[in-house]
């Protein structure tokens, strides 16, 4: 699985589902923001993408983050179980 950074530096994973649709998953610190809205800090986010490398065509979904594992191995564990319920292969991933 390859983790890359956005121009944020935030990291994250991107992949295709069967169909063809694209999916990218990150890590946003909002630490101090007005848009930390359950005061941990952390938030893991994922949206559809138009293809790979392109920015997020839709409103992302945010999952505030309550524990202290590394931003990649936090990723890493929600991609692998929604390719694990969805059907995605590991090689339809950038």
Not at 10 to 19: R, S, V, Y
Not at 31 to 40: F, Q, R
Not at 41 to 50: F, I, S, T
């Amino acid at each position: 699985m390859n983790i890359t950074r956005d121009k944020q530096g935030q990291p994250l994973i991107e992949w295709e589902m069967p169909d063809g649709c694209w999916k990218r998953a990150w890590i946003q610190d909002r630490s101090g923001s007005n848009k930390d809205w359950a005061g941990t800090g952390k938030y893991l986010n994922v949206a559809r993408l138009d293809g790979p490398g392109i920015d997020p065509g839709g409103n992302a979904t945010d999952f505030p983050i309550f524990c202290d594992l590394p931003d990649e191995q936090i990723l890493e564990a929600f991609v692998q179980s929604v390719c694990a319920i969805t059907g995605c292969q590991p090689s339809q991933m950038v």
